[in-house]
């Protein structure tokens, strides 16, 4: 190891001392590992291509041109209010620690648990899609005893590279990042040289075959684009692992959506011009894969949602890897029934072993609860814009309060009120607009698990639950003992 990565680690290291914890967990991801593990998550190939018939049937062509690029710059401000807090609080507790240092343990505590929620749905979302595609193109029925052991298959292939795995996953992560561009890239180009194109008047087609109200169907179409545009925050949760995280893990937010956000528009144009008749490829089961082979036949239109299936593979990996960084975190700090068990380290391979196993089992279990999968990624996407908007709200008080004063590296200076309002302005849209129908059930179950974290508030946790080790409030405020704030 050069002496110049050895100071940095050593700096690395006293930070995180100077947050309240010892290093644990293995770091060595530099900036690009960082974020590619975000931009692996957000998929295009995954969020955009498994969602392509929802789009397609509630607002057609209309919501690929306009919606995509609105929700883009939306969750732009949602990013770049994270990435803030990241810079300033670079650790494996991510949300949950900002939330509880800026606003007390109980806003700690209920971030925390919406954030566990939401990753236990996205990754039930991802590799669930990826069981129906891998289904389609076996040529099985769509049925849940064919997609579920495929479900289970692909779950534990995720949580052993993990396990044993920490280097590899990274390495797994950067090759990723470079698949999903070329993947897209291979796509498009495709798409040009060889499909039938409609003329580009035809993004501006409205159409929807689920609802009489277009405006309605539009709103519920965003769900794709959404959707696609979550787990972002996997670039804070891998602080601890990354090398110089003040900076490395905020660009790793914010670029991982912009770039997402380019990528994946090129590529949703390019398949919605290859369409050539509207109303059959939104009837189909498989919009995407009907697209796909129409347009360029079945054995290339074929290779090429193999290529996708390949992306949903990897988006996958990196989602339960944020999500047991997530769930170690916060057991660390007592906030989870075996919290001793879960807050574990293998000593062997320096990962979250337990954490892991028990994030890819719950993640089983989402899918055998909600059973459709416009629920699960419906649930994850209001889980986890609920857990983004508590610490974008605190933070923001914090800082006029003047509570939060020393900030990091990347930091939105006097650009911060607005960015963040706007932030919370769009968080409150997505809450509401996914939990009509026909998200009711996300809505039910979102609401159902809210009582549920009242109640165990309440009975168990308001008694015994600190937070994290250190915070940004006066004694009185984060009910600690003097000498625990930082400084």
Same mark, same amino acid.
């Given at each position: ?12 290291? *006293? ?49 690929? *041109? ?5 929700? =883009? ?59 129906? %595609? ?12 064919? #997609?579920?052991? /495929? ?14 795995? /920490?280097?590899? /996953?990274?390495? +797994? ?26 003329? *580009? *008047? ?26 696609? %545009? ?35 528009? &090129? ?46 593979? %990897?988006?996958? +990996? ?24 879960? &807050? ?44 983004? &908007? ?7 008080? =914090? ?59 309440? &009975? ?13 409030? =006066? ?5 600690? #003992? ?6």
């Amino acid at each position: 190891m050069d002496a110049d990565k050895k100071h940095q680690l050593d700096a690395d290291a *006293a930070q995180l001392q100077r947050l309240g914890y010892a290093q644990q967990l293995l770091r060595d991801m530099g900036g690009f590992s960082n974020f590619a593990v975000s931009f692996s998550i957000i998929s295009i190939l995954t969020g955009a291509v498994t969602l392509y018939g929802h789009g397609l049937r509630f607002g057609g062509p209309f919501v690929m *041109a306009v919606g995509w690029p609105l929700v =883009a710059v939306m969750t732009l401000t949602v990013a770049a209010s994270l990435a803030q807090l990241a810079s300033s609080f670079p650790t494996a507790g991510a949300l949950y620690h900002w939330s509880a240092m800026l606003g007390g343990p109980r806003v700690g505590f209920f971030t925390a648990w919406l954030n566990t929620i939401g990753q236990f749905a996205i990754t039930a979302g991802i590799d669930y899609g990826l069981a129906e %595609f891998l289904v389609d193109m076996l040529g099985w029925p769509r049925e849940r005893g064919y #997609v579920l052991p /495929v479900y289970a298959a692909i779950l534990l292939s995720h949580a052993v590279l993990n396990h044993v795995g /920490v280097r590899a /996953v990274a390495l +797994l992560n950067n090759l990723s990042a470079w698949y999903h561009v070329a993947g897209v890239a291979v796509m498009i180009g495709a798409l040009v040289a060889f499909a039938p194109r409609q003329d *580009a *008047a035809f993004l501006l087609t409205r159409f929807s075959s689920e609802s009489n109200i277009y405006t309605y169907g539009f709103l519920i179409g965003l769900l794709q684009a959404q959707w696609t %545009f979550t787990g972002y925050d996997a670039s804070a949760h891998v602080s601890e692992e990354t090398v110089d995280p003040t900076r490395n893990a905020p660009w790793g937010i914010f670029l991982s959506v912009a770039v997402s956000a380019v990528v994946g528009y &090129a590529l949703l144009v390019g398949v919605t011009l290859a369409i050539g008749n509207l109303p059959a490829a939104a009837a189909a089961p498989n919009p995407f894969l009907y697209v796909l082979r129409e347009s360029l036949g079945p054995a290339l239109g074929g290779a090429l949602v193999w290529i996708a299936i390949g992306a949903m593979w %990897f988006c996958g +990996l990196s989602s339960v890897t944020s999500n047991s960084r997530m769930l170690f975190a916060f057991a660390r700090d007592g906030g989870l029934p075996g919290s001793t068990h879960l &807050a574990s380290v293998s000593p062997s391979f320096r990962s979250p072993h337990v954490a892991i196993w028990v994030s890819v089992a719950a993640a089983f279990g989402v899918a055998i609860w909600s059973g459709a999968y416009a629920a699960m990624v419906a649930l994850s996407t209001l889980a986890l814009y609920a857990s983004y &908007a508590v610490p974008i709200w605190v933070g923001m008080r =914090a800082r006029r309060s003047g509570a939060w004063s020393h900030r990091g590296p990347w930091d939105l200076g006097r650009f911060s009120t607005l960015v963040n309002g706007v932030a919370l302005t769009w968080c409150a849209v997505v809450m509401v607009l996914f939990i009509l129908p026909p998200n009711e059930l996300a809505g039910y179950t979102f609401a159902g698990a809210l009582a549920l974290l009242i109640v165990y508030w309440a &009975a168990s946790q308001r008694h015994t639950f600190v937070g994290p080790k250190v915070t940004l409030l =006066a004694p009185h405020q984060s009910g600690r #003992v003097p000498g625990s704030e930082i400084c």
